[in-house]
């Protein structure tokens, strides 16, 4: 009996040693056959497995044939913790910000000089939008006084050449 139960026990041992009076000992198919298969009556009615709704659904089949070539590319998703991707997201974030620091220091003094005159032009742009701005919103009579001025140094610029 114990030399039974070693054979039995051990997984590398190859099963043909058992006597065939133990075959109760050998694992078999646990499931039991139903007995309608065997019958061939036409009667029966045959059960058919269920269809699911959510593998039938056009929406789930896009997700899972997604999912499939991203696998066989090697995009498949990561199963990262959220506070390792947001540390991750600051890293790179931190590491792209100083590679900006670094090209904005190595620019040359003619670049540095084109910034200066390129933000000056854009004052004085914004300057004149203001005052268009407030010449539009400004009251009717305002603007025809500005007007009379205008003309009024014009004929004194003329009289005097």
């Known amino acids: 009996m114990a030399v039974r139960e070693a054979r039995l026990r051990s997984e590398d041992g190859p099963l043909e040693d058992i006597d065939p009076k133990d075959s109760c000992l050998i694992p078999r198919n646990i499931m039991a056959e139903p007995d309608y298969i065997e019958d061939d ?6 059960p058919q497995k269920l269809i699911n709704p959510v593998k039938t659904s056009r929406n ?5 044939r997604e999912l499939l070539m991203n696998q ?11 506070l390792q991707k947001v540390m991750e997201k600051r890293r790179r974030d931190q590491v792209i910000k100083q590679k900006e ?3 904005q ?6 670049e540095i000089e084109l910034l200066k005159r390129q933000q000056k032009l854009e004052q004085l742009e914004l300057e004149k939008q203001k005052l ?5 919103n400004a009251p009717e009579f305002v603007k025809v006084k ?4 205008r003309t009024g140094q014009e004929v004194a610029q003329a009289q005097e050449s």
């Open 41 to 46: 009556n036409p009667e029966l009615i045959r």
């Open 101 to 103: 620091e670094e090209a």
């Open 60 to 64: 789930h089949q896009d997700l899972h």
């Open 105 to 110: 220091k190595k620019k040359s003094d003619l």
């Open 132 to 136: 268009q701005e407030e010449q539009e």
């Open 146 to 149: 500005g007007n009379l001025r």
């Open 72 to 82: 066989k590319r090697g995009l498949a998703p990561q199963n990262k913790p959220e």
